[in-house]
């Protein structure tokens, strides 16, 4: 059972447009979400996060949206870098700080 | 600063070998995590430390064996592993577990990638 779900396995983006990644979760006990940032052969980047009592949170070009309602949460990423070509995986928190994270989104951002 | 450091970069062992991983962290964090990632999967959790005390096992096979002998230190001791072992040993930490805000943050190491014969 699947409860974070990422359900667009690539996304691929022009340099300088904006890349909108997704995440559905199924568990209304979650928290907090996080979004993190995978290069191949490194360990996860954390990039930013969001409380379940607020809907966006905003660090730089990085945007993280919250529809508690829909169990649904997107990154928007404003503008895409080709430096941004990674995974991205959303991570949603329960009780005692246990992550839960989904598939994994691959952006490739085009020069 | 957040860097988690973890020893070694690779590992390539036998199934009747013994060895060790390591993960250190000089930031204060109180809690430590080790989480498994097999190819093209996310990360999943196998324990928890809190205050350097096992917190979480996730029903993990014995032939894993963590251990923290102080508050900067986390060790996973392997032994007897399959083939189907092998993958990404990710170690994370956070400054804590239960503040429910961003102090709770993980930040992981850049993972061990281990081999078994």
């Known amino acids: 059972d699947q409860q974070v779900k990422q359900n667009s396995p690539s996304l691929s983006v022009q340099e300088g447009r904006i890349s909108i990644l997704n995440c559905d979760y199924t568990?209304?006990?979650?928290?907090?979400f996080l979004w993190y940032k995978k290069y191949p052969a490194e360990g996860p980047t954390f990039l930013i996060s969001i409380s379940s009592i607020k809907d966006k949170n905003e660090d730089g070009r990085f945007t993280v949206f919250l529809n508690k309602s829909a169990k649904h949460l997107s990154l928007h990423i404003v503008p895409s870098q080709p430096g941004d070509s990674a995974v991205y995986f959303c991570?949603?928190?329960?009780?005692?700080?246990?992550?839960?994270f989904g598939g994994g989104t691959r952006v490739l951002v085009k020069p | 600063d957040t860097e988690v450091t973890q020893t070694p970069k690779h590992l390539v062992m036998g199934m009747t070998n013994k060895k060790s991983l390591k993960c250190e962290q000089h930031m204060g964090h109180r809690a430590m995590y080790w989480y498994k990632q097999k190819a093209k999967k996310p990360p999943e959790l196998m324990f928890v430390y809190s205050y350097e005390k096992l917190s979480i096992n996730e029903s993990v096979p014995s032939r894993f064996s963590p251990e923290c002998p102080n508050s900067s230190l986390l060790n996973l001791h392997l032994h007897a592993l399959q083939p189907e072992d092998s993958a990404l040993y990710l170690c994370a930490s956070s400054q804590d577990r239960w503040s429910g805000g961003p102090g709770d943050t993980q930040y992981f190491g850049p993972g061990t990638r281990l081999t078994v014969l």
């Open positions: 568990n209304s006990m979650f928290d907090y």
């Open positions: 991570a949603a928190r329960a009780a005692g700080n246990k992550l839960t």
